[in-house]
């Protein structure tokens, strides 16, 4: 599903990720937290290809005139507590910085959290580091909250 955005006379366009969309979006993750590229290796293609051609596994992106600027994953877990409802992961939230605050990051939220509805999930769960304040307001905006869980997180 295609959907456009427009902000200050610029169209985004926002749709799934496909196989020639790897070095863009690794062009996209060094405005989120990596230094450097992952180098091309046949492990890289082998990994990009299973997440590529996972159902459950979508990495939604913001293209503008060609150029990946914004992007958001979110994975469907399946559940057997709840119904049998699955439960969603959301993350890698980021907008390249030259194209911040214009609603695109907003925009790809909202689509993520269609996918997640229409998959039947009873809750969607995203997980920050950020601790900058406008950072905590935009996912507060886009309809998440930091009272109802507590995270616990063990880096291995």
């Known amino acids: 599903c295609t959907r456009i955005l427009r902000s200050e006379e610029r169209v985004m366009i926002i749709r799934e990720v496909k196989k020639s969309d790897l070095d863009g979006l690794q062009e996209l993750y060094l ?21 590529i051609a996972d159902k459950d596994y979508h990495i939604l992106i913001g293209e503008i005139e060609g150029k990946i600027v914004s992007s958001v994953t979110i994975v469907i877990i399946k559940n057997l507590t709840r119904g049998m409802r699955p ?5 890698n939230v980021v907008t390249h910085k030259d194209y911040r605050r214009r609603g695109y990051a907003q925009a790809l939220m909202q689509r993520a959290i269609d ?42």
């Open 31 to 51: 405005h989120l937290h990596e230094s450097e590229k992952l180098p091309e290796t046949p492990e890289l293609h082998l990994l990009w290809n299973e997440i």
């Open 115 to 156: 996918i997640a509805k229409s998959r039947g999930c009873y809750k969607i769960m995203l997980l920050t580091g950020a601790k900058d304040e406008n950072t905590l307001k935009f996912y507060e905006k886009c309809g998440f909250n930091c009272k109802d869980k507590t995270a616990f997180i063990k880096w291995i």
């Open 87 to 91: 439960y969603a992961l959301m993350e």
